[in-house]
């Protein structure tokens, strides 16, 4: 039996016939997969996408009306979180997107239940205030989907990391109508290096998913229509870059601070109440905070250019710039789903136009704020996720505009060297010996 194995792989090598017939297999079941991979993950970030805005909305209108609500909402959010994980999801706590890393560097496969698992607790999290987003919750689900895909064959379990990109790919093409976006962060971030097999199975399940969010006509999040923008106004843009990566850094220092001083507390009772407290007291005084932080966004986006500077609002986004860091980290200690896209988003829209209304009042230098926005959002992205390519195509696709792409390039570069060159580790990195 042994000898009959031998020869058939012996023949198998040596017949061109034979071994061009596996390798055409093994491509076609290859396209088939990333197809249903591809149109799962994008079915999921969708669907988590507008059930978070839709439940985010109706809540946080609420809190607007009856401040009380801010009291509780984040309470009962973490609370339902930690009940489904005692009772639902085998006690596990979410990893975030190193059970991803973690995934693709060993044998261990990511278990089916980290689909609704991730789905569920980033839904619960931001609709209840918790100061992130759902773009980790859908990295996790998705590359599940990728995971559990390359379990159900033989052939697929050499492509496992290739697999599992291709879930992320798709539903970050969904959730920020990007396909490159997808693509470049599965590359950037997750598997670092581009096979063949890699970009047949990625091209493929983003093209999917883009075909799936035009049937359906998903729209940008922050549709802007940017005109113009200036020359003299580069040395800025290089200054916010290496401002928004200085703010990366003090995101990155808040995340590991709080989640060492929780790891400290022994009753998960304990952390819920604390937690829940200093959220509730931020949002009381900080509205802009609650859940992804996108309704103050999308409000300055629209008043930018026609924004007038004084002394509190210096104070309020100051203010904003300094918590937003310490109420995510919180939240994510807790036990909340999520991760840094939503936060450095904000940070850096607020940061872009914090400084372009100062050069513009006290230095007369006649920049467009709106610019400033769109550049710090890609910037602080960019240094936080150590991605410039990602930031650069995701923001333009959020915005569905391309007119700041060299400007956004040159934020999103100098604020990732700028970052590394001072903290060589992100949110996703190990967090180093001490």
């Not at 859908?138 to 599940?144: D, K, M, W």
């Not at 104070?315 to 918590?323: D, E, G, K, V």
């Not at 909340?336 to 940070?347: K, W």
């Not at 710090?376 to 995701?394: N, R």
């Amino acid at each position: 039996m042994r000898t009959f194995a031998v020869n058939n792989i012996f023949t198998s090598m040596f017949n061109p016939a034979l071994k061009k017939k596996y390798t055409y297999t093994k491509y076609f079941k290859l396209i088939i997969v990333s197809l249903v991979i591809g149109f799962l993950a994008a079915l999921l970030a969708v669907t988590l996408k507008h059930m978070t805005e839709h439940y985010e909305e109706i809540l946080f209108h609420r809190s607007k009306h009856q401040t009380l609500y801010l009291l509780i909402f984040p309470f009962i959010g973490l609370s339902l979180i930690y009940i489904l994980r005692q009772y639902l999801f085998k006690k596990k706590e979410n990893k975030g997107i190193k059970e991803v890393f973690e995934s693709s560097a060993t044998g261990k496969n990511l278990p089916s239940y980290k689909i609704p698992s991730h789905f569920i607790n980033g839904l619960l999290t931001v609709s209840f205030g918790g100061s992130t987003g759902i773009e980790v919750s859908t990295v996790v689900s998705t590359a599940a989907i990728g995971s559990l895909a390359q379990e159900k064959e033989k052939i697929f379990r050499k492509y496992k990391t290739e697999l599992i990109c291709a879930g992320i790919t798709a539903g970050l093409t969904a959730l920020f109508c990007s396909p490159l976006a997808g693509l470049l962060f599965a590359y950037e971030v997750i598997a670092k290096k581009a096979s063949r097999v890699f970009l047949v199975t990625n091209i493929l399940a983003a093209a999917i998913a883009f075909a799936f969010i035009m049937l359906i006509d998903e729209k940008p999040l922050f549709p802007l229509n940017i005109t113009q923008w200036n020359l003299y106004a580069l040395p800025y843009f290089i200054l916010l870059g290496i401002i928004c990566g200085l703010n990366s850094i003090y995101l990155t220092k808040c995340v590991m601070f709080f989640k060492k001083q929780f790891a400290k507390i022994s009753g998960h009772y304990y952390k819920i109440v604390i937690a829940a407290a200093v959220l509730s007291s931020l949002l009381l005084l900080f509205p802009q905070l609650y859940g992804d932080g996108y309704h103050a966004m999308k409000e300055s986006l629209v008043t930018a250019n026609t924004f007038t500077l004084t002394l509190p609002h210096i104070m309020l986004f100051i203010a904003l710039l300094l918590f937003k860091p310490v109420i995510t980290s919180i939240t994510l200690s807790a036990g909340g789903d999520g991760g840094v896209f939503a936060p450095s988003l904000f940070i850096g829209a607020f940061l872009g136009l914090l400084f372009a209304t100062i050069l513009n009042t006290y230095f007369n230098a006649g920049v467009i704020p709106l610019n400033f926005m769109v550049i710090g959002m890609a910037a602080m992205l960019s240094a936080s996720i150590h991605a410039p390519f990602t930031a650069l195509f995701l923001v333009c696709a959020l915005i569905n505009d391309y007119t700041l792409f060299l400007p956004i390039l040159t934020g999103t570069l100098v604020a990732k060297y700028s970052a590394k060159a001072i903290y060589p580790y992100t949110v996703y990195s190990l967090a180093p010996a001490k």
